[in-house]
């Protein structure tokens, strides 16, 4: 069993910061891609950002600029720093990633609870 925990969630101003961890844990081999989505009340879960296993990231375009993704693969985590933060970037973030428990199996797509990020004055 492979779980994704993320922290870092919270309420914050206009224009302030966030920073968003997620730790895997369990038995893991290794992992692909990883990856934050969010999702606004009302709205679709979206992709906000990806980082692949050698460290290419991608971003939506209402986010770039303003949004870092990091990941240290020593500890297993994926980080999502979020800067000038906006109203509209008010969702409950969730951590994603492609895990591989075992050398010989499958990828498994595996989803965190969710952090909920307010932003608003």
């Known amino acids: 069993q492979q779980q994704l925990v993320e922290s870092g969630g919270g309420l914050v101003q206009p224009g302030g910061s966030l920073r968003l961890s997620c730790a895997a844990s369990?038995?893991?081999?290794?992992?692909?891609?990883m990856n934050w989505y969010r999702q606004a009340p009302g709205k679709e879960r979206e992709l906000v950002a990806t980082?692949?296993?050698?460290?290419?990231?991608s971003y939506i375009d209402s986010v770039k600029g303003r949004f870092i993704i990091s990941r240290d693969n020593a500890k297993n985590t994926v980080y999502l720093q979020m800067n000038s933060l906006k109203p509209e970037d008010t969702a409950r973030y969730y951590c994603n990633a492609q895990v591989k428990p075992y050398r010989y199996l499958d990828f498994r797509n595996v989803w965190g609870q969710g952090t909920q990020v307010t932003v608003s004055s």
């Open positions: 369990g038995k893991i081999f290794s992992i692909g891609a």
């Open positions: 980082i692949t296993n050698d460290g290419t990231t």
